[in-house]
Each structure stands twice: as C-alpha cells, then as structure tokens.
C-alpha cells in the first residue's frame, strides 16, 4: 500500500482545496518559512487518527479549521484526505477489495470528527488499524516533526520500543491485540451482565413456580367444592322428593276421607231442607234451623 494523494479543505492555512501528489521515491515540499509544510504533516497525522490538540500545535482540536484573517473570513469545516494506492492487496481485509482507498476526515466546528474510507462511515478505530497493520499511523516512528529528531535520539529504551514494533512490522499487531483485549473486557462485562439475567430469571422462575403451585391447589379445591355442592344438591332434590311423595300420599288420603263423607253431607243437606220446609209449613220460626244443626 503506497500514499499517493493528500488532499486538504479548510484545514490550517488551506482554506481553499490543495492537493499534494506523492510518487514513489522521494517526496520533497519546499517553501518559504510559514508556508505551511509543517501544517501538511499534521494533516498526514490528523487523517491518521490523531486525537491530540496539542500535537496539532493548538489548544483544542477545532483549532484545525481555518481560522480566517484579515481578507477571509472563518471557515467552519476542514477536510483532509488521504489516497492509497492498493494495488498490491495488502490492505486489511475489510478495506481489501479496492484498488484505490480514500481515507477522509472531516471536522465540523463544535460537532467533532466524522471518519470515512471509501465514502463509508467508520471508527477512529479502524482507521488507526488500516495504518497500524502497514507499520504507520499518527504516532508512527516513520512520521518526524520538527524538533523531533534530537527527542529521537535521546529516546528511552521505552520509547524506542515503538520505533523497533513500527520498523518489524509489529505495531498493527500491537494495536489488534490492544483492540482484542478491549474485546475480552467488554464480553467478560457482557458475561456478566448475562449472569445478573440469569440469576434475574431464576428468582422469577421460582416464584411463578411457587404461583402455579398456588393456582393448580386452588383449582383442585374449587374442583372439590364443586363436587360437594352438587352431591349436597342432589340429597337435598331427593328429600323434597320423598316430603313431595309423602304430601301426596296424605293429601290422596285425605280426598279418600272427603269422598266417604260426602254421601253423608248430601243427605244432611237433604234433611236439613226437609225440616225447614217442615218449620215453615207449622209456623215455627227457630233460628238455629235456619242457619243449620244442633248437634
Ligand atoms: P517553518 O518553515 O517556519 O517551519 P512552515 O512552512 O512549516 O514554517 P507551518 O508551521 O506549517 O509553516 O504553518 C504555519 C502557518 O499556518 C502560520 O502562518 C499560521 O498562521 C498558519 N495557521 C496555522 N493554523 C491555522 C489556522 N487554524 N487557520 C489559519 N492559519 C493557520
């Protein structure tokens, strides 16, 4: 994977679009003092994934964007991007299947930075991987500013460690180990998180356990209840039957005894109608004859 194009927007002094082509070999940016050759290193760093003001030379990172002067006025976003020529299939397999990859970055005042490779929305992430696994990045050994050099050569032997992983090719393996650890962390949290559920679930499965128990006893006894209630039904349907049964035995007895005395009421009557007749032809006026018999 080779640099082959750096284009700017907005960026530092770069208010309008500026191109810098890269050949193969070497790539020389001369000018006068303050022309902005350091600020296209930075734009090399800040595409990369820089994250650092400071190493910008600024305060905060909208310090980027064109700042205006006396003849222009403020810009409010800067864009920097960066072509790869890929030709040898050596990028990362995600970002493979291209001959050309365009790596931008673009930063809107107050709202950040937004990474693209290819037109597609990435991480920061990614993009720093893409140039780890090529031994490169914002941070990378090969990337020296002014006044570095000295820093350099007086490094610690821990900070030459990054100058050795960058110069065996390790640096992206480095960056994808950091990135898998990052990974464990967040699945062991994720376990965990699983395990509260878990436990959740387990107390909940308890306790709906405990209710069906309830709900099959409760269901068992209404059962039962039902059953008696019928049972009790059906005794107290067989008592009225008999007190039925019995009420009609008397009340037939009862007709039988009307029945035989009946002849014997018909022929009082009959008496009694012969004696008033009687009474009324001798005159005699008793009033118990009128209304019915002395015994
Ligand atoms: P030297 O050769 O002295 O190191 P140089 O060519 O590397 O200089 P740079 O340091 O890249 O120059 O550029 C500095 C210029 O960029 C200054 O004129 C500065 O005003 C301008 N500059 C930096 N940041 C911004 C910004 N945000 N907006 C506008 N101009 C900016």
Redesign the pocket.
Known sequence: MKFTRLKLQG???F?TSASLDISSGLTGIV????????????ALRWVMGENSAKSM??GEMD???????ATRPTRNIAEVMLELDNSDRTASTEFNNEDVIQVSRQIERGSGSDYRINGNSVRRRDIQLLFADQSTGAHSASIVS?GQIDALIRAKPQDRKQILEDASGTSGLQTRKHEAELKLKAAEQNLLRADDVLQNYITQLKSIKSQVKHAAKYKNLTEQIRTLEAALLRIQFAELDNSKAAAEEKIRIIDAEIEKLFPKLQSYQHLKQALQLCCLSCGIMRPDLRLGFRS
């Open positions: 960026f530092k002094s208010v000018g006068p003092n303050g022309c902005g050759k350091s600020n296209l290193v930075e030379r600024g310090d980027v964007i064109f700042a205006g002067t002014q």
